[in-house]
């Protein structure tokens, strides 16, 4: 089993930063992507970024230039570096794991970090 806990959320201004991180925990090594998924008042959730096993990582056109997502995997930490924020960028950022349970491929998810950007 893998447990997810995201943390880092906070109020900021418009074109302000802030660092959410996302901590795993359990059987961290059968970990392959993680990635951060948002979801906004009464929309969908939405992919973010991922950052694969071995580093690679790909953004959403929405957050690309803005975000950052990096892995350490001695840490087991995922972070999410973001960087000129904007008032659509206000949402619940959620930390999702893709991880491998026997034969089978599980995903996990974190319980969610508040982001409110200010306008």
């Known amino acids: 089993q893998v447990q997810l806990v995201e943390s880092g959320g906070g109020l900021v201004q418009a074109g302000g930063s802030l660092r959410l991180s996302c901590t795993a925990s359990?059987?961290?090594?059968?970990?392959?992507?993680i990635g951060w998924y948002r979801q906004a008042p009464g929309k969908q959730r939405e992919w973010v970024a991922v950052?694969?096993?071995?580093?690679?990582?790909k953004y959403a056109d929405s957050v690309k230039g803005r975000f950052t997502i990096s892995r350490d995997n001695e840490k087991n930490t995922v972070d999410l570096q973001m960087n000129s924020l904007k008032p659509e960028d206000t949402a619940v950022y959620y930390c999702?794991?893709?991880?491998?349970?026997?034969?089978?491929?599980?995903?996990?998810w974190g319980q969610g970090t508040l982001v409110t950007v200010s306008s």
């Open positions: 359990g059987s961290t090594f059968r970990i392959n992507a």
């Open positions: 999702n794991a893709d991880y491998l349970s026997g034969l089978l491929n599980r995903e996990v």
């Open positions: 950052v694969g096993s071995g580093g690679s990582t």
